[in-house]
């Protein structure tokens, strides 16, 4: 079976009379507490997967060390013959999480509807399982989570767009990045979610404007006159002009 970080693995150990009392369990350098009277001459131990114990990789049969005492302090030979495997022909401990070490955004000036493209730089201990690399499990940018575009380059270093959406948070060269990722290795250890997010220099506006109304001023305007024309707006913002028409002419001196 495949184990990864928090797996139970139980042994079960078949004895010559159901009344011992006592035990010495070892198994991948962890000494085993816990020790239950299955019933019928049977007996059980497990043991937890921790973060950072020794990872595994076994075909066939784990080594192990188990001792057991009965009531008066008799200790059995150590037993050490490879127990067999129930359903399968391999073993697998998995123990380390993946890390995330680095969360970094591009910069540039992006609108509604721009791409943005975040790196994510992690450890490249991933045991047995690397060359499959990592997997996204989320991430969130700018407050949503228009994540898209999961690419893994190869070498412990991923990429990951985010689409800038309507009415999100506009970004400033000067604001925190509210952003954060979560990765998972193939065995399903999940990495801590990464929120430090960094960016060199960056601007985005995710709000669009808004013409609530247009007014022109009223009167009687004959060849080389000027027309006030009243564009309102959201008011959120400072804006320019980016095209209009009165009467089929382009205005002018927009402020």
Known sequence: GTFNVGSDIVFTLESDDDNYVSRTFSF?????????NAGSNSY??????????????????PAVSFYISD??????????TAPSLVGGSAFYIDAHSPTITNFTVESGDFVVGSTITATITTNTDNDFDASGGLQFVSASFNNSNSVTNFVDNGDGVYFVDYIVTEGGTDVSSTTTLDAWVQLQDNTGNLSAVFNDATSTDISIDANTPVIHEVQIESGNYGIGAEVLVYVITDGVDTYDLYSGSVNGKTPNGFT
Do not use: H, K, Q, R
Not at 28 to 36: E, I, Y
Not at 71 to 80: A, C, I, K, P, R
């Open 28 to 36: 991948n350098g962890v000494s085993l507490t816990d020790f239950a």
């Open 71 to 80: 009531t008066f302090g008799n200790s059995s030979v150590e037993y050490t």
């Open 44 to 61: 059980t131990t497990t043991y937890t997967v921790s973060e950072n114990d020794a990872s595994a990789y076994v075909v066939g049969t």
